[in-house]
């Protein structure tokens, strides 16, 4: 059963950097002020009350979770404790910077029931860092998520390809080293140039270029299928549609509000190029879950290949897994994999 995450914004508390593409307050949406123990429970009771049977979480989302007061962290965990003593609550999640992790720290939180820490990773080049303003070195990523293995909670990576000074294949080797490291999740957030930012002053200078949209899909769907191909499971490609992201906040850089599923029927598609000859009718068969990044957006993948003459069909079929397609032709029917079939190279980014 698919657990619900109550969500709490904490937008930049605690951080004690301003990194050159960030704006948390912006991109959550929130003013980010620290939720009292009345306005926690609150909201718990109110997501309770429309999630049916199903298991709860807390997430505290944005800021630097670790690097606020240890009066501040458990005030907003201590009101956790009876909800999770009753099985109210499954777990609680939280976010920080890779800097500001340690094996003690760790251990308290796990005992006041976290349960997953995400690390704002972004990159595994220090040249990278240094030019973003991150204020830390790679080796200190890898640190925190060994530290965090070490004690049995589950370590989420956030990474962002197209930071200043960043190339593709300086992404993917982060992505890499972070599989390597035994990151459980991975979330991709390619950079955005956001108003008010150091970037974006940047950008208006013309001294740092962003990812386009294209390119940006390009790389992502090659950071995707490489983590799909090491089972690691990317939980969001792209920084989330709502009231503080659109197109007059965000300026510049590989931003869509459907990012994951341009991301997902980019691979579908590339599969279909590769296996599936022009001037014919096919019928393609996909689990129901990949419908969508099958046909694409508004159609967007059945109206590419007409114009490759190919007339494709697209049929629901609950046998064939999420990551493969069955193309039946002229009495042949073959199955692909987006993870095995299709062989990507950087430079084609």
């Known amino acids: 059963m698919k657990t619900v995450t109550v969500p709490f914004f904490i937008s930049h508390q605690g951080c004690p950097h301003t990194c050159v593409f960030c704006d948390q307050r912006r991109i959550s949406g929130a003013d980010g002020e620290i939720p009292s123990a009345g306005e926690i429970l609150s909201k718990i009771d109110v997501w309770r009350s429309k999630s049916g049977a199903r298991p709860l979480d807390v997430a505290f989302f944005g800021g630097t979770f670790t690097a606020l007061s240890h009066n501040i962290q458990a005030e907003l965990l201590q009101p956790l404790q009876p909800l999770l003593a009753r099985g109210t609550l499954r777990?609680?999640?939280?976010?920080?910077?890779?800097?500001?992790?340690?094996?003690?720290?760790?251990?308290?939180?796990?005992?006041?029931?976290?349960?997953?820490?995400?690390?704002?990773?972004?990159?595994?080049?220090?040249?990278?860092?240094?030019?973003?303003?991150?204020?830390?070195?790679?080796?200190?990523?890898?640190?925190?998520?060994?530290?965090?293995?070490?004690?049995?909670?589950?370590?989420?990576?956030?990474?962002?390809?197209?930071?200043?000074?960043?190339?593709?294949?300086?992404?993917?080797?982060?992505?890499?080293?972070?599989?390597?490291?035994?990151?459980?999740?991975?979330?991709?957030?390619?950079?955005?140039?956001?108003?008010?930012?150091?970037?974006?002053?940047?950008?208006?200078?013309?001294?740092?270029?962003?990812?386009?949209?294209?390119?940006?899909?390009?790389?992502?769907?090659?950071?995707?299928?490489?983590?799909?191909?090491?089972?690691?499971?990317?939980?969001?490609?792209?920084?989330?549609?709502?009231?503080?992201?659109?197109?007059?906040?965000?300026?510049?850089g590989c931003w869509h509000p459907a990012l994951g599923q341009l991301v997902r029927s980019q691979l579908y598609a590339d599969l279909i190029d590769r296996f599936v000859a022009p001037e014919q009718s096919v019928t393609v068969y996909c689990n129901p879950a990949r419908h969508s990044d099958v046909v694409g957006?508004?159609?967007?993948?059945?109206?590419?290949?007409?114009?490759?003459?190919?007339?494709?069909?697209?049929?629901?079929?609950?046998?064939?897994?999420?990551?493969?397609?069955?193309?039946?032709?002229?009495g042949s029917s073959t199955k692909y994999s987006i993870i095995n079939d299709i062989n990507y190279s950087i430079s084609e980014v």
């Open 91 to 252: 777990s609680v999640r939280i976010s920080t910077r890779p800097d500001y992790i340690d094996e003690k720290h760790v251990a308290w939180l796990t005992e006041m029931g976290v349960g997953t820490i995400e690390l704002g990773v972004q990159s595994l080049d220090d040249e990278v860092l240094a030019a973003s303003g991150r204020g830390h070195l790679a080796v200190d990523s890898l640190e925190a998520i060994q530290c965090i293995k070490k004690v049995g909670v589950k370590v989420g990576a956030q990474i962002m390809p197209g930071l200043p000074g960043d190339s593709p294949l300086t992404s993917l080797e982060s992505l890499d080293k972070v599989i390597s490291a035994g990151a459980d999740f991975i979330r991709i957030y390619p950079t955005v140039v956001l108003k008010g930012t150091e970037l974006a002053q940047r950008y208006v200078k013309s001294v740092f270029s962003p990812l386009t949209l294209e390119r940006g899909i390009n790389l992502c769907k090659i950071l995707l299928q490489r983590a799909m191909r090491a089972g690691i499971p990317v939980i969001r490609i792209g920084l989330q549609a709502d009231e503080g992201l659109s197109s007059e906040t965000v300026i510049a």
């Open 297 to 330: 957006i508004k159609q967007s993948n059945i109206l590419k290949q007409a114009e490759r003459g190919v007339r494709m069909h697209v049929v629901h079929d609950s046998s064939i897994v999420k990551e493969e397609i069955k193309v039946t032709n002229e």
